[in-house]
Structure formats: C-alpha cells, structure tokens
C-alpha cells in the first residue's frame, strides 16, 4: 500500500532563517505530487505541484520553492522566512490529476 | 476564479443522529468532487468522492448528494458517533487542480 511521509511534524524557526521540508511517498512510482498551505477558516491554498521529477509548477508567487530530486521526494524550501510564512503546510500525492489526493499530516511552521 | 465553499463553520450534533454537511460550488465546470475528514492536527482524509455523472454515491455509514442544477454538495454521515468529530471540507477538480472549501467542524454531543 502507499503511505506518504512528511517531517519533521513541527519547526520553529527564526525570521531570515532558511527552511527545508520534506515529503517522500512509498509504494507508487511517477505520483504528482502537491504543496499545500492550509490557514485557519480558509481552504487549502496550492502552492506548487509537480508531475515529474524536475517538474515544478508554481501558483501563488511567493517567498518559497518546491523541488523534485527524485520520483517520489519533494521539497519545500525557503533561503529567508518571513513572519508570514507561518503555517500548517501539507504535502499531497496522487496517481493521476482526476483522483484523490491523499495528504501527509502536514508540518507545523512558527516563525519567531 | 473557481470557489468551493460550506454553508456552515460549525455544526453540533447528538451522538446518534445523523449529520448533513453542506457544500456550494462556483462554476460548474468541475466534474468530480471529494469530501475530506480531518482530525486535530492531522492531515485531510479522502472519505468519499462523487462524478457529475451520478447524483448520489454511498459508503459505510455516508452519503453524498451531488445537485447539479444549483450546484450543492451535501455529505450525509448515518448515526454520529465521537470518533466522526473533526473537520469536513469538500473539493472540487478543475482543470488539473482541485480547489478546496474552508471546512465545517463538526462536533458530537454525548
């Protein structure tokens, strides 16, 4: 079965630091795969997606970047966070755009 | 732009009854749509989806209702029991993307 793969669970982390999360999924090959930023009251806001590795689509200009390395790790990353940059980021996989996606258990980010 | 959204921040229901969270949609280019279950400090889980070719699919214990005509989505869950306590959100695919609702929080009364 495939199970997905998020850490670390919570960061905290000083403005103007740099930032790096991980996503990997297991058990599926060539999956898209999605980061999410989910606000309190609001829906899950798309950040990036990817279709392949080195393949990065970006949909909100922001302070971040996503990164493919292999088939099923994706990265996201930041050189300098910013105070808004807080969050409970989620990562995502899915077989194809037209089914479910199924998401990891996200990772708590504070900025300090 | 698209949009996808819940009738209802929040909803209280006795352990027991059954539960009815609702869900709107924008444009009606979306063909597929999924409701989500999350719990506290976790991430979404897929509960069940529905094509716009069917008006209703069931699962164990819910239901979901899609109306085309004015474009509502509705998730039924049969006798609430505490563990159903969480935050439903329903999605919408359009285009290659899905688009999700801010979420109902639906707690369940002992």
């Known amino acids: 079965s495939q199970t997905i793969h998020q850490w670390p669970a919570t960061l905290v982390q000083p403005v103007g630091s740099p930032l790096s999360l991980e996503c990997t999924v297991e058990?599926?090959?060539?999956?898209?795969l999605y980061w999410y930023r989910q606000a309190a009251g609001r829906g899950l806001q798309l950040l990036f997606y990817s279709v392949g590795i080195g393949q990065i689509s970006s949909e909100v200009p922001q302070n971040l970047s996503a990164s493919r390395p292999q088939d099923r790790q994706f990265i996201l990353s930041s050189k300098k966070l910013l105070l808004s940059d807080s969050g409970f980021y989620l990562c995502?996989?899915?077989?194809?755009?037209?089914?479910?996606?199924?998401f990891g258990d996200g990772t708590r980010l504070s900025i300090l | 732009g698209e949009s996808v959204g819940l009738h209802l921040p929040t909803l209280s229901v006795q352990e027991g009854d059954n539960s009815i969270i609702n869900c709107a949609y924008s444009n009606s280019a979306s063909d597929y749509f999924i409701w989500y279950k999350q719990e506290s400090g976790k991430g979404p889980q897929f509960i069940i989806d529905?094509?716009?070719?069917?008006d209703k699919r069931q699962g164990q214990r819910v239901t979901v209702l899609l109306n085309k005509t004015v474009k509502h989505l509705s998730l039924q869950i049969a006798a609430t029991q505490p563990g159903d306590s969480a935050v439903y959100f329903c999605a919408g695919l359009y285009g290659q993307n899905f688009v999700f609702g801010p979420g109902t929080r639906l707690s369940v009364l002992p």
């Open positions: 995502a996989w899915n077989r194809d755009s037209n089914q479910p996606q199924h």
């Open positions: 058990g599926t090959s060539n999956p898209n």
């Open positions: 529905i094509r716009s070719n069917m």
